[in-house]
């Protein structure tokens, strides 16, 4: 009785320093979560104490009179972002519907590894490729077709206008689309492998298509994953930084067309924060990392508000 009653008191006090334990962690990452918003916070109040609202409705980036303005770096994150997701989002998902439906099996596996590898690439080398293998390639070759095809089309003509510099936001875009594929690829890959394969072979049986078996079967069933892939992919493309550095142009400016230079908030703070000389200056590159903390956590939670509607309609 008294050898139960101490393996009891083992058990209980294991559980306990677990239980402990893992609260803990819990508790240390809400509290780096909390330091990081407040230094954000207590950073940027210099720059918006001075230009109130308009550090977010107007355009001008001037370190040398001290007029900053942080319209032209949202407007590069959320047009190349959205950009990136638009031409990402497809082909991941084409890829993964390959790769678990119709990919022979002896080439299953070196795509899957090609895939891995690629989000393994560090994103400096991404931007190092892309400044000197694909900016030049589009200056000679993709950006004077699209400029050509474009000219009488009214829409399109603003959107693909001016000189074929190469590098820009499109480029920039067309970057970031490489570098969350792979993400969006094999988590929609590994979710659609969940799907039980008696759900697939009964639409066969009724005579159903590949097509139609991953449209009304495989991507209903995994919605909530691929969403989860696909918002992990927003999320990196949202904050990459060296790589959207190399090739976007680093102009802070806003222009209507995708091939002109522009800036992300990621690399105004990237180019210029070792330089940045008075508080006012840095309180202002602090302020449009604060505002990029914000999109992120609206993206993350409008994603999140998504998936709990989704699984409370498939509950």
């Known amino acids: 009785m008294a050898e139960r009653a101490r393996v009891l008191q083992k058990l209980k006090a294991s559980d306990t320093f677990f ?30 104490r001075e230009f109130g609202f308009s550090f ?16 032209a770096p949202i407007y590069g994150t959320i047009v190349t972002s959205f950009l990136a997701m638009l031409i990402a989002v497809p082909f991941g998902l084409l890829i ?14 070196p795509i899957g590894i090609a895939i891995e590898l690629l989000a393994g690439i560090p994103s400096i080398i991404y931007g190092i490729w892309g400044l000197f293998v694909l900016a030049p390639f589009f200056a000679d070759h993709v950006q004077p ?3 050509a095809a474009t000219r009488n089309i009214p829409v399109l003509s603003s959107l693909f206008a001016g000189p074929p510099y190469g590098i820009g936001i499109f480029t920039a875009s067309i970057i970031l689309a490489i570098m969350v594929l792979p993400f ?23 005579g159903c298509s590949t097509w139609e078996v991953m449209r009304f079967v495989v991507l209903p069933y995994t919605r909530v994953g691929v969403i989860g892939g696909v ?40 180019n210029e924060f070792t330089e940045a000389v008075g508080d006012l200056y840095t309180s202002s590159l602090i302020a449009l990392g604060l505002i990029l903390f914000v999109i992120t956590f609206i993206v993350l939670a409008l994603a999140r508000f998504l998936l709990m509607r989704i699984e409370g309609k498939v509950g």
């Open 231 to 270: 918002m992990l992919g927003l999320g990196r493309a949202l904050g990459e930084t060296m790589a959207v550095t190399f090739v976007i142009g680093n102009a802070h400016k806003i222009n209507a067309s995708l091939l002109a230079p522009g800036t992300t908030i990621a690399a105004t703070i990237a």
């Open 56 to 71: 977010v409705s107007t355009q001008i980036w001037n370190p040398v009179t001290e007029k900053f303005g942080a319209v």
């Open 145 to 147: 077709t699209l400029i």
């Open 96 to 109: 993964a519907m390959f790769l678990t439906e119709l990919c022979p099996l002896w080439l299953r596996r």
């Open 184 to 206: 969006i690829t094999s988590i929609s890959r590994d979710v659609f492998d969940a799907v039980p394969p008696v759900l697939k072979e009964a639409a066969y049986g009724l």
């Open 19 to 48: 239980r402990i334990l893992t609260r803990s962690a819990a508790i240390f990452v809400l509290m780096m979560l909390g330091g990081v918003i407040i230094s954000l916070i207590s950073g940027s109040i210099p720059a918006f």
